[in-house]
């Protein structure tokens, strides 16, 4: 059964700086691109980032170029956000999910206020 | 403001049929597959429907989709109570290298 577990989210001050997790198990983690998407209180799906299976392709939506980093490690079948320079506007649950969006995670709830 | 436009709200009678459209460009819908997910309060979202109009297992074959140009749209017959929930269309965006997702559609069942 194909699992994915986010972990990492919580409450940070703007400006501040979160790291998200994302533990798959249930299929072959390494073959697949993978995908963060996250949901503001009230509001509709935001895609975030997606990262390729081996790393070359990666990219990012405008909203947080330049301010959040997407990486993996294959060996720990493991997803990972890291999050720099917060702001209000991105409190949201966060969500991984496996390339072509059949499966996604519970989420987790980032939450951006002083 | 979404990339890919649905509208708010859609309603039907239960038994009925309804539809709803998403719209986008050459850049995403006219040349990528389109994806609808489902999603309940306080939940993840769920694929419907993939590659424009193909059901991943156990999704029931009430939910349809299609694709003609740079709009899509999916179909729900035999509503249901239990169909109550967003709808949020999804694709790739070739110029802007993002997925992209619609702003998302409010199912009632009256």
């Known amino acids: 059964e194909v699992q994915l577990v986010e972990s990492g989210g919580g409450l940070v001050t703007p400006g501040g700086s979160l790291r998200l997790s994302c533990a798959a198990s249930g299929f072959s983690f390494s073959t697949h691109s993978m995908n963060w998407v996250r949901q503001a209180p009230g509001k509709g799906l935001e895609w975030v980032s997606s990262?390729?299976?081996?790393?070359?392709?990666?990219y990012y939506a405008d909203s947080v170029k330049g301010r959040f980093t997407i990486s993996r490690d294959n060996a720990k079948n493991s997803l990972y956000l890291q999050m720099n320079s917060l702001r209000a506007e991105d409190t949201a649950v966060y969500y991984c999910a496996r390339e072509g969006y059949a499966y996604w995670g519970q989420g987790t709830l980032v939450t951006v206020s002083s | 403001q979404s990339v890919l436009t649905q509208p708010p709200s859609v309603s039907a009678a239960p038994g009925q049929k309804v539809t709803i459209s998403c719209s986008g460009s050459?850049?995403?819908?006219?040349?990528?597959?389109v994806s609808w997910y489902q999603q309940f309060p306080g939940t993840a979202p769920q694929l419907l429907i993939y590659?424009?109009?193909e059901r991943p297992s156990g999704i029931p074959d009430r939910f349809s989709g299609s694709k003609s140009g740079t709009s899509a749209t999916l179909a729900i017959t035999g509503l249901q109570t239990g169909d109550e929930a967003d709808y949020y269309c999804g694709t790739w965006d070739s110029s802007l290298s993002a997925w992209v997702f619609g702003g998302g559609t409010k199912l009632t069942v009256l």
């Open positions: 990262i390729s299976s081996g790393t070359r392709y990666i």
């Open positions: 590659e424009n109009n």
């Open positions: 050459s850049s995403n819908i006219g040349n990528n597959y």
